[in-house]
């Protein structure tokens, strides 16, 4: 395979393998590949997956090889869980048997920092030249598909699948997001964990991910380029948000951040501000932290395409004066406007709610009337008609909770194409709450529902989004609604 | 009473008032005032509390007066809850009583930004000048007493007394900064909610805490400085922070958060730079919004003046080397350091962790030991003596959320005057582990434990209270320790 000339169909045998090999597999391993194997015996590939250790003939019950040259069936990706001095020979019986994906799992390459680790890194991109085998890793992952349910990450069930495709240097970032995922009903297709990147890299996920028609949303981890060209990966960045949003966090952005990214995955401090204004721009989304990374990509999954708001006008409906001048300066400091409403709104807004502790102009204070559903939802479609107004917004209190409350303000939001984000602030903190909640959780993720547990992170997140819109329309790029 | 000369100790009837008169009480009000009135029915004041209202002649079974001027006893607080155009009367009669502190409830006077709710503040104004009546609010909700449980809040139990004293311009921040003081047992003293501050202001509260010696921390949410002097205060802050930290949470910090609240509490606009030259220049803390608010006050409650960290530097212990990243960027982004262990610490770490996928040097990866107990407790040990690190940063999994794991941190905990920081990332979203959460909690609550559901607001709280105790050094200020 001519390593220039991507053939991105050869990726389907990676996130779609019949033949799966796992090199070192034992059932004595103290963590995690005992996991993985015992989940493969339940699994689709239970009849084609070859445990290969020379130590033993049975594992789990299935028949256990002395190498992979010893498997009679061809082998379309092979995981290797080794010390790191005995992979370089098994890497080149996985090359000879013409492997095409070989992911290893194993750390203590230059990621130790030591000169060991870094030779046998080159040691085995010197085995796969000219081949027709790839490797990612080491230290990672590998791959993992939403829709088979083939992952190598022991913690998290696979939720509904769904459009968003991640590549994350970081295995346990990998396995959070998934975890996450379930929990928030956020909906993926592919994902990798690259870790090292010594081979496959970031580029090659990206441009993966960009031509695959199934991704809509693309996300990332990464500490550094990898085995990337950041020349090359800034053009393909560059290309794909014309067509999809592409969603980075950087780990290792300040200088105590990079030293520990070294340790990680081996990462060379790159110089953050050159990743700042690469993503500036390409139109890419910069996130930093965790919370960020997974509520801006639950964000552009629900709303892109489909809810693409005219401009940054916030329309906020809530009871309490305190709370809404606090709504009111999040979004405003996130880059968001909380304008006027209409006169034509504030005056039918008028008609609803008492002259005393209100607000109709924006950010819409319903004082003791926010308690009153019918007065709620009366407010909150005067609001989404509003011509001043592209983002609607409501933070809800534990009073909200209840499915005929819901019901009501999802049938507005169906309506419309503005976007709704829903804010439940400080549940973690009650467990009566966190009860509630969860039932309320069942009816908002049901409705693909955007919703949020800080109102800051909604601020934010839907600020990340309007960014993104904004970059496309200053480049005159027309979305694709499907 | 001299406005200009305080006498602190009058304040007492304002905390702990014996006799109590509600004007405008009704069993038939919808909102609020229904549900103060049965809880004073259950409470200790349920002998001494006298409602005030002309068309009845009992309200749950209390005699019902016409007017306060027929109570046969001395009123040490009287609740005015009554349309606007009426209170000016009322508040005469208050004034002929001799009423020392009177809390107009009521909503629609100069935060309308009409006419009419201006001159009528006005005219409440001049109708105590030199009388002994003071008057908080209106649109407020009034004192609040942790201690005797006493509040116009209608929402929250009240938790374990403590040494946080708190004023709020929002009835609805008093409310929810209780709620949320419950939930994570944020212990209070005194509070006071005070709306449009027409007489009563932050200064004067400011004054009271300040020589109180029962608060050792004071948090306050203004949105202006109402009928107090800018730079009085300015000065009155500059005194108080010697002794006792101050966090402020100035709310419409922003243009159009400014404008909301005008419509709040009537609160002329003032530049939000200015607020932050005085906060910065008076060492006070500032905050901008509700998680912040909540989180710092929880931090400087559990940490001061017990536990004051030498410097800036953190020691991260976590499994997983992505959230060893972002746990890095995340203090080093908020000011704080992740240096590195001393040479010693490190080879102790390196006897105990496997050489591959860990980091001794500091975040400190434990890698799947992070899983075995033993070893993770061992590490901790280490990091708390070394001579580099000031503040320990133990990131919790849902393995960790056991009593017995809890226990043997705990225990390390108490041995050190470094303040430890657990952290316990995305619970909300989850009602198994809110759930498994609701135990630990109760662990770490009852053993004065400070932890965070967000890194993010780990790493500011903690940045916050670092630079209040670098502003104290750098003025040479002692703090005493009791």
Same mark, same amino acid.
């Given at each position: 395979?001519?390593k220039?000339?991507?053939?991105?169909?050869e990726f389907? @045998?990676?996130f779609y393998?019949?033949?799966?090999?796992?090199i070192?597999a034992s059932e004595?391993?103290?963590?995690?590949?005992m996991?993985? &194997?015992?989940?493969?015996?339940n699994?689709?590939?239970?009849d @084609?997956?070859?445990?290969?250790?020379?130590?033993?003939?049975k594992? &789990?019950?299935?028949k256990?090889?002395?190498?992979v040259l010893?498997?009679?069936?061809?082998?379309?990706?092979a995981y290797?869980?080794l010390?790191?001095?005995?992979?370089?020979?098994?890497l080149k019986?996985?090359?000879?048997k013409d492997?095409?994906? +070989?992911?290893i799992?194993?750390?203590?390459?230059?990621?130790t920092?030591?000169?060991e680790?870094?030779?046998?890194?080159k040691?085995?991109k010197?085995?796969?030249?000219?081949?027709?085998?790839?490797?990612?890793?080491p230290?990672?992952?590998g791959?993992?598909n939403?829709?088979?349910?083939?992952?190598?990450s022991?913690?998290s069930?696979?939720?509904t699948?769904g459009?968003?495709?991640?590549?994350s240097?970081?295995?346990?970032h990998?396995?959070q997001?998934?975890?996450i995922? +379930?929990k928030?009903?956020l909906?993926?297709r592919?994902?990798?964990?690259?870790?090292?990147?010594i081979? &496959?890299n970031?580029?090659?996920?990206?441009k993966?991910?960009?031509?695959?028609p199934?991704t809509?949303v693309?996300?990332?981890?990464?500490?550094?380029?990898?085995?990337?060209?950041?020349?090359?990966?800034f053009?393909?960045?560059?290309?794909? @948000?014309?067509?999809?949003?592409?969603i980075i966090?950087k780990?290792?952005?300040?200088?105590?951040?990079?030293?520990?990214?070294?340790?990680?995955?081996?990462a060379?401090?790159?110089?953050?501000k050159?990743?700042?204004?690469?993503?500036?721009? @390409?139109?890419?989304?910069?996130?930093?932290?965790?919370?960020?990374f997974?509520?801006t990509?639950?964000?552009?999954?629900?709303?892109?395409p489909?809810?693409?708001?005219?401009?940054?006008?916030?329309g906020?409906?809530?009871?309490?004066?305190g709370?809404?001048v606090?709504?009111?300066?999040?979004?405003?400091d996130?880059n968001?406007e909380v304008?006027h409403?209409?006169?034509?709104?504030?005056?039918k807004l008028a008609e609803i709610?008492?002259?005393?502790?209100?607000?109709?102009?924006?950010p819409?204070?319903?004082?003791?009337y926010?308690?009153?559903?019918?007065?709620f939802?009366?407010?909150?479609?005067?609001?989404?008609?509003?011509?001043?107004i592209?983002?609607?917004?409501i933070?809800?209190?534990?009073?909200?909770?209840?499915?005929?409350?819901?019901?009501?303000?999802?049938?507005?939001?169906k309506?419309?194409?503005?976007p709704?984000?829903f804010?439940l602030p400080?549940?973690?903190?009650?467990?009566e709450l966190a009860?509630?909640f969860n039932?309320?959780?069942?009816?908002?993720n049901k409705n693909?529902?955007?919703y949020?547990?800080?109102?800051?992170?909604?601020?934010?997140?839907?600020?990340?989004?309007?960014d993104?819109?904004?970059?496309?329309?200053?480049?005159?790029?027309?979305?694709?609604t499907d």
């Amino acid at each position: 395979m001519d390593k220039s000339q991507y053939n991105f169909e050869e990726f389907n @045998t990676l996130f779609y393998p019949k033949h799966i090999s796992m090199i070192g597999a034992s059932e004595n391993s103290k963590f995690g590949s005992m996991l993985y &194997l015992s989940a493969f015996k339940n699994s689709k590939w239970a009849d @084609t997956f070859y445990p290969v250790n020379p130590k033993y003939d049975k594992i &789990l019950d299935w028949k256990c090889y002395d190498s992979v040259l010893d498997i009679p069936y061809p082998v379309d990706t092979a995981y290797i869980s080794l010390k790191i001095d005995v992979i370089p020979k098994v890497l080149k019986e996985c090359v000879q048997k013409d492997i095409p994906w +070989v992911i290893i799992f194993a750390s203590g390459f230059s990621e130790t920092g030591d000169e060991e680790g870094k030779q046998i890194e080159k040691e085995l991109k010197k085995i796969i030249e000219g081949s027709n085998t790839r490797v990612i890793g080491p230290n990672c992952l590998g791959p993992y598909n939403a829709e088979t349910g083939m992952k190598f990450s022991f913690t998290s069930p696979i939720g509904t699948p769904g459009p968003v495709s991640f590549m994350s240097q970081s295995g346990g970032h990998l396995t959070q997001l998934v975890d996450i995922g +379930v929990k928030r009903d956020l909906r993926f297709r592919y994902g990798v964990s690259f870790g090292n990147q010594i081979d &496959l890299n970031c580029l090659d996920f990206l441009k993966h991910f960009h031509h695959d028609p199934g991704t809509k949303v693309i996300a990332a981890y990464l500490e550094s380029f990898g085995s990337a060209d950041g020349h090359d990966f800034f053009n393909e960045l560059k290309e794909t @948000t014309k067509k999809k949003p592409v969603i980075i966090w950087k780990g290792g952005y300040t200088s105590d951040g990079s030293r520990a990214a070294f340790s990680h995955t081996g990462a060379i401090a790159s110089d953050f501000k050159l990743w700042e204004a690469m993503i500036k721009q @390409t139109g890419a989304t910069l996130v930093k932290d965790n919370e960020e990374f997974w509520n801006t990509i639950k964000t552009f999954e629900i709303l892109f395409p489909k809810y693409i708001p005219k401009g940054r006008r916030a329309g906020i409906i809530t009871p309490g004066g305190g709370n809404s001048v606090n709504m009111t300066d999040l979004f405003a400091d996130n880059n968001l406007e909380v304008p006027h409403l209409s006169k034509e709104s504030q005056e039918k807004l008028a008609e609803i709610l008492p002259k005393e502790n209100v607000n109709v102009k924006n950010p819409i204070d319903l004082g003791a009337y926010g308690f009153v559903v019918d007065v709620f939802i009366k407010c909150i479609k005067i609001v989404v008609k509003d011509p001043n107004i592209d983002i609607i917004v409501i933070p809800l209190w534990p009073h909200h909770l209840f499915n005929y409350v819901f019901k009501r303000m999802i049938k507005i939001q169906k309506g419309t194409s503005k976007p709704f984000l829903f804010c439940l602030p400080s549940i973690a903190d009650s467990f009566e709450l966190a009860k509630k909640f969860n039932l309320a959780r069942k009816i908002l993720n049901k409705n693909r529902q955007l919703y949020f547990l800080s109102l800051r992170d909604a601020a934010n997140s839907m600020a990340l989004f309007c960014d993104y819109i904004d970059y496309l329309k200053s480049r005159n790029i027309q979305i694709q609604t499907d």
